[in-house]
């Protein structure tokens, strides 16, 4: 399975990156973004993180002709300082965030995502399990009624939030949830489809924000790539959930008011017509693009 990038082109032309520069990709996953990023610049250095081990194996290989450097490391964008540190790199030029569900992770990363296959409930980016890490399997098994209410109301924006933590809490009471087809199994008891949407969209959604804590991960990585960005440098965020988006827009609008940042994208940039029959998934995406004010520019 292809991965297909989003807003590619708008990627490209709104980080405006230039030939020698440093850019973080927060994101690898394929390396879909960070290959036309390169042929874009024509030569420079490449930062690429990934949380899921496999996805750095996968821009390895895809990149590994490209002209520009490329560094890999293999860590959540939360950790983003502590990857730059050991390359010896104290600043970059453009970073980007791209905060989607990658086809692979999807379709053939056996780590449950997917309500399509049956897989262990387990929705953690990183490959390899450590003591203490939390899983679907244990949220649904183990939290509270309400506290599963709560999570799928607040992630998933699910209606039905409160119907579907009780028909969890019932049902594991029987047997412990332990896989993707039992989970989706026991939303489709609740909520029936509407159009082409299956209607454990929404909870599966939800498990894996939680999972990943990605809204406060979301949160400490803009921070820290805002301090490792250069005067003159530019963010560009994808992001595919509401919540993704008003972190990022809250987060360029307070840099914007304060001086310190000037917003490029009044509104988000969203994908056309054209690029959404293409690829269904880029549906919800969202662009945003910050850049860094260079202070002896402005004096």
Same mark, same amino acid.
């Given at each position: 399975?292809?991965?297909?990038?989003?807003?590619?082109? /708008?990627?490209? /032309? +709104?980080? $405006?990156?230039?030939?020698?520069?440093?850019?973080?990709? %927060?994101?690898?996953?394929?390396?879909?973004?960070?290959?036309?990023?390169? =042929?874009a610049?024509?030569?420079?250095?490449i930062?690429?993180?990934d949380?899921? /081990?496999?996805?750095? !194996?996968?821009?390895?290989?895809?990149? $590994?002709?490209c002209?520009?450097?490329?560094?890999f @490391?293999?860590t959540? @964008?939360? @950790?983003?300082?502590q %990857?730059?540190? *050991?390359?010896g790199?104290? +600043?970059?030029?453009?970073?980007?965030?791209?905060?989607?569900?990658?086809?692979? $992770?999807?379709?053939? *990363?056996?780590?449950?995502f997917?309500?399509m296959?049956?897989?262990?409930?387990?929705?953690?980016?990183q490959?390899?399990?450590?003591?203490?890490?939390?899983?679907?399997?244990?949220?649904?098994?183990e939290w509270?009624?309400?506290?599963?209410?709560?999570?799928? !109301?607040? @992630?998933?924006?699910?209606?039905?939030?409160?119907?579907?933590?009780?028909k969890?809490?019932?049902?594991?009471e029987h047997?412990?949830?332990?896989?993707?087809?039992?989970?989706?199994?026991?939303? /489709?008891?609740?909520?029936?489809?509407?159009?082409?949407?299956?209607p454990?969209?929404?909870?599966?959604?939800?498990? #894996?924000?939680?999972?990943?804590?990605?809204? $406060?991960?979301? #949160?400490?990585?803009?921070?820290?790539?805002w301090?490792k960005l250069l005067?003159?440098?530019?963010i560009?965020?994808i992001?595919?959930?509401?919540?993704?988006? #008003?972190?990022?827009?809250?987060f360029?609008? !307070?840099?914007?008011?304060?001086? %310190?940042? =000037?917003?490029?994208?009044?509104?988000?940039?969203?994908?056309?017509?054209?690029?959404?029959?293409?690829?269904?998934? %880029? #549906?919800s995406?969202?662009?945003?693009?910050?850049? =860094?004010?260079n202070?002896?520019?402005?004096?």
């Amino acid at each position: 399975m292809t991965h297909i990038p989003v807003l590619l082109q /708008e990627v490209v /032309e +709104g980080l $405006q990156a230039k030939a020698g520069e440093v850019i973080l990709d %927060a994101t690898v996953g394929g390396g879909g973004h960070s290959e036309v990023l390169c =042929k874009a610049m024509g030569r420079g250095r490449i930062v690429c993180l990934d949380a899921d /081990e496999d996805a750095i !194996e996968r821009s390895k290989s895809r990149l $590994q002709n490209c002209g520009c450097e490329f560094l890999f @490391y293999q860590t959540n @964008y939360r @950790y983003l300082d502590q %990857a730059l540190a *050991s390359f010896g790199i104290e +600043g970059v030029n453009r970073a980007l965030f791209d905060l989607g569900l990658s086809s692979f $992770q999807l379709e053939e *990363s056996g780590r449950g995502f997917s309500f399509m296959r049956d897989e262990p409930l387990r929705m953690t980016f990183q490959k390899s399990l450590k003591e203490g890490d939390v899983t679907a399997e244990i949220i649904v098994n183990e939290w509270s009624e309400d506290t599963l209410a709560t999570l799928l !109301e607040s @992630y998933g924006d699910e209606k039905q939030a409160r119907r579907i933590a009780r028909k969890i809490v019932e049902a594991r009471e029987h047997s412990r949830i332990s896989t993707t087809f039992q989970l989706a199994g026991i939303v /489709e008891s609740v909520v029936k489809r509407k159009g082409k949407i299956h209607p454990a969209t929404k909870t599966f959604q939800a498990l #894996r924000i939680a999972v990943n804590d990605e809204f $406060q991960g979301l #949160r400490d990585g803009l921070a820290k790539a805002w301090e490792k960005l250069l005067p003159g440098g530019r963010i560009a965020v994808i992001s595919f959930h509401s919540i993704e988006d #008003r972190t990022v827009k809250d987060f360029f609008r !307070e840099l914007g008011s304060g001086g %310190a940042g =000037k917003v490029i994208t009044k509104k988000p940039i969203v994908p056309g017509e054209e690029e959404v029959a293409h690829n269904p998934r %880029a #549906r919800s995406a969202k662009l945003r693009i910050i850049e =860094k004010v260079n202070v002896l520019a402005t004096e």
